[in-house]
Every structure is written in C-alpha cells, then in structure tokens.
C-alpha cells in the first residue's frame, strides 16, 4: 500500500479522535479484537445478527452463490430470489405473499410508502414520534426521534402521532388512556388530517431503539381496525423485530394482526449480507400487476445475499430459534428482574422474547430520565461511560438515550445470559 491513509466516517455517532477496537473475528454469540480481548454480545450488534457470527451454513451458502453467479438481477427469473420469496411467504402473516427486495431497511420504508400513496392516491402517512425508519430523506422524516432534526424539513405529507408508552404514558392518564389504547387518538388525528388524505399509518409493532416499547394487548388491533375502515395501509415496521426477535415469526403475530405491507431488514440474513424485503397483500401484489410502479434498484433482490437468506431461514427452523427466543423470554425477564432490584437507576424493563429494554432514570419515584431524550446532547455522556465500561469487562451492549437494548442472538444460552446478567 502507499502513502494514502482512508478515513472511514462513522455513522450517525460523532466523530471522536478515539478510533474503536478492531474486531478481527467472531463465533457464536462472541466477538474478538486484534488485542486478543472476547466480548460476549448481548445486543447481536445493531440488532441484526440474530444467529451469532460465523455460521458455516451461510458462509457456503454465500460461496456456493458467488461461485454459480454472483450478478445476475431481474428481469431473470432467478431461482434462488424464487425460493426466498416462497420461504418468506410460509412465514410472513395472512396473505402477505409478495415481495419487494431492497438492500437496507431505509429502502424498504420508502418503497412501502410510496406503494401506499400510489396504491391510494393519497399523500400523508401517520408515523410515531419514538421511531427510527431509516436515514434517507423519506424515511428520516418518518422517524420521529431527534435524529429527523438534521433533515428537516424533509419530505412533506408527514403527520405525527404519539406513542402508547404506557410507562410514560404521553396523554398523562392511566392505561388504558386515547393514546395508549390506540384507536381514540388515531380517530382523532383523522379528523385534523381527513383521513381521505392519508396513504398509510407506519408503525414499529414493539417499538425498537427508540424505548423498546411494547405497546398494550389491543393497541395494535385497534390501530388495524380504524386503517381498515377509512382504507389506510397499515405498514408495520419490523425491520428489527422480524425473524424470531420477539418470540414470533413477526412482532405483529404476537397479537394476529396482518398489516397490509411489513417491511424487513436485519435478521432476514441474520446481518450476513445486505438485504431487505417489503412483503405486499395479495390486495396490492393484484394492484400491482395492473399498473406501471418504478421501482428497482441495481442490487435489488442480489442473489448472493437471497443466498444468505435462504440459508439464514433454514437455520432459524431447523434450530427453532423462534420458539427458543420465545422460550428465553422468560429467562431473561427473570435475569432483568434480579437485576432491577439491586439497581436503584433501573426504572423499568420492558421487552418479549430476546428483545429487552433497560430504561435508566435517576429517581425511580420520579422516573426522571438519566439522560434526556436528545442522544446528541453532551448529557448523554452517563451512557457513553456505562457503554465503555461494559466494553472493558468483555460486554457489548448497545444503547440509546437512556435505554439498554438487551437482545442477544436468538442461539444464546443461559449461562451466556447470566455472564452477560
Ligand atoms: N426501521 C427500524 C425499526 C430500524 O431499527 C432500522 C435500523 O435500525 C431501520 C428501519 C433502518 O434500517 P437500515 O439501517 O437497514 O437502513
């Protein structure tokens, strides 16, 4: 090599002079640095690698693609994009039996909504306040946390609604309150917004990074139900609870709720490649054959990383990690509770199958957050520390605002879960 030295910019963090670790390997639920340190992954990275690292299944599955052909994209009927559209129809709710492929879950959320105004004819979409869908412009705009500030004004058309957390329940009332209920603050928007103008409601059925936030049984239906009576797609989001993350296939099955569009990202290859899907309702897939929608990307649908897919949903069955998450579940709540009582700053857990949040405040009685809900703010600096010093004693965690996401690889055990405990 010559001279030149890159600098790789890292996202969305800000960019300080200490480089982190370099990570040269990894097996199982574990990862390892060039200094020869191990640390015990208790948040499967950015929540995608939902089957650990270094599944010989993927890698040959991977080569043997590559080594077939690694190029080749539509319009070629090609098999293996074949066999992971029927794999995911067997798995993907009601009659959520056609896919669209991107390479992220940001390309997904925007193709989803521009289906659903397309399909519509109309221009707003309803989004939540505590969400992340992306980093595009769209799909940065639909997302309501303060990340969206760098991109504003953003596209327009969207509406926001509030979220149904029930532990800081935003319309002050007990549960079940218009908010958290779901269908009396919906129907109220609809009545600003003209529910006629509204192409979609997208939602995260347990909300992720932002608060891991699982909303009470019914909110879903009812949010359902009201989409269905004024003809608004409902777009769930489960780009990082699909595959097994909450215990179910989809987030949404836990309460047997069919959207019409599910958009998917991460653990579809277990974060071994990149690759998303939009699953589409036979309602728009029909919709769809009748009419001119632009939409492809040149690596739409790659085989090679189809490849990792088919290969990653052939391990979640044949291992039953849908049924094992489900199953740690429990062991984790268990875990979490112990460690809520020797913690004082743990104000609330909440979370399903190996997908948990840890909200820290400073005062329980109080709930006051341990930082603000700003994660640019120099207040967020308690988390940057806790990050590190988990870091040091071998624990990966991944963290936002005040919150501790805990959802290690579905193939975890609970030894792996104590250590990490
Ligand atoms: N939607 C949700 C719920 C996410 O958690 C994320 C990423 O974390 C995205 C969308 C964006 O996905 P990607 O980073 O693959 O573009």
Redesign the pocket.
Known sequence: MGEARGRVIQAWSRQGTQPPPRIVGGEGCRFFDAAGRSYLDFSSQ??NANLGHSRTEIQEAVQKQVATMATLGRPWDVEIVDELADRLAEITPGDLNSFFFAC??????EAAIRLARAYTGRDKVIARYR?????SAG?LTLTGEPRRWVGEPGVPGVVRMLDPYTYRCPAGHPTPCPVCSGAPHLRELLQYEGAENVAAVIV?PIT??NGVIVPPDGYLRAIRDVCTEHGIMLIC?????GFGRTGSWFACDRWGVVPDII?C??GLTAGYL?L?AVAVSDRLSGWLQDSVFPYGLTYSAHPVACAAAVAALQVYQKERLVERADRLGAVIEAALRELAERHPSIGDIRGSGCFWGIELVTDRATKQPLVPFNPGSAAAEPMTKLTAAAFQKGLYLLTHWNMIVVSPPLIIDEAEIREGM
């Open positions: 950015l929540v992220s879950g940001t390309e997904a959320n969400s992340y869908h992306g980093s799909a995260e992720g990074i989001d489960e780009v990082m609870t958009t990202a991460k990149p998303a």
